[in-house]
């Protein structure tokens, strides 16, 4: 049964003790048990890996933890009031040391303060929830408890349209929740937006739609530098040391250019993308040695938990962020999309070439503009190679082609697709080509996805000859 003398115990607790997580989970239970279920979830997303000990593993809580607690905050007390007694016996010596017989105290020059970094949290980040979950809340308030102190201050719920597994970024997205807190603030806000997930009458979605929208063209400035990074480290076995390393001429053109605020992002994106990399190799090496997997727990082995980072780039909750962007061709539908995950992030209708377009894996090894110094010849402005070989993706002079199979094995697109393309895949992009995979339906964006040409990216040293 809940009591107010420990809800205020423990209140006063954590505010001396703001990092004790396990301070923040009891007073959690706490208010739980007095039906304060939002003050309950800030606590135990404070709580952290206390919370996921406790609950996801299924710990039973001994009836003395808060005696326990208090024990030890009293015994934290007793050292700390040790630890001020010697300082101030210290400062006193130290003082009469200093002090000649004139009595003038000797002047020190002070050391220069040291600024501790800040951790410096995203404005607005989004958790997006499938159709098939029954309970998108409860999904979306487990992904908040699990970012903790990396949530971004308000992280909106989204919904995206779905069809045949994929899900569709340029398709129809509905809101369903925003929470929203403030820096030092004690309680989370949350704002139900969609009617029928919560049952309820819902806030108004305006102001969080446009911050959504402003979000999702920020994500897939995110998806693309976050690509070129990891291309080009795959590549060249080190990491760029700045944009520049990504904008450069042909054949080393990972990027096509930059767009507003790209600059500005690369050591933030560079970062994360490294410590995500660190921390996928440290598993693969545990794995390798026989630590990954399981971990003995009270004389049991359990499956240890997936510590990649949860919160990507730009605040997206998802434990797939740092997939780079790769393209699917799909001979069926005559459709090619670039997709992050299982999201399409664009789709276009390509022509093809039937039977002699070729199935299988392959990678860009190379962005050309203007091949054989023309924008609108047979390959029209843009071209991608694939793997070295004499299939590429590029445009046509042929636009009545696109849809059907007429070409001799490449993919053929429309001029302003494939310059949307070539502005948005980085230089080693995967590309896989299959059959019957891809919806039917195009996605057309009001805006087109554009970086400004910052280097020469032609080759007037070669004819190209793809199998057009």
Known sequence: ????????????????????????????????????EGKANYCFLKAGEVYDAFEDESHPLSDNQLQQLKAWDKQHKKKKLARRTALLAGLLLFVVVMIPANGALKKETAPEPLVAAQNQQLPVGVVFVTQKDRQPIGSAWNALIAAAADAPLLTITARLEEEAGWRKWKGNTKLLMAVRKESGASELQAMMLDRQTCDCEPSDVSAVAKQYEKWSQEQETHWTLASAIIQYERKNKKWPEKLDDLIRPYPNNYLAGERGGMRALFAGVSLKVKNAKAQKDKSIREQGAGKGGLTAVDGKET????????????????????????VIVDKSTHRLAVVQGNIIVRSYKVGLGGEETPEGSFYISEKVKNPNGSDNGIFGSRGMTLSNTLYAIHGTDEPGSIGKDESLGCVR??????????DMIPLGTIVKIKNGTLPSKVQQPTERFKLEPRQNETNPAKVYKWLT
Do not use: C, R
């Open 1 to 36: 049964m809940e009591s107010p003398d420990d809800i205020f115990y423990l209140k006063q607790f954590v505010n001396q003790h703001p990092n004790n997580q396990m301070g923040w989970y009891l007073l959690g239970k706490q208010y739980l048990l007095a039906g304060k």
């Open 303 to 326: 499956p240890q938990k997936d510590k990649s980072p949860l919160v990507g780039t730009n605040g997206i909750l998802d434990k797939e962020w740092n997939q780079p962007l790769e």
């Open 413 to 422: 697109m429309g001029k302003e697709d494939v310059e949307e393309l070539f």
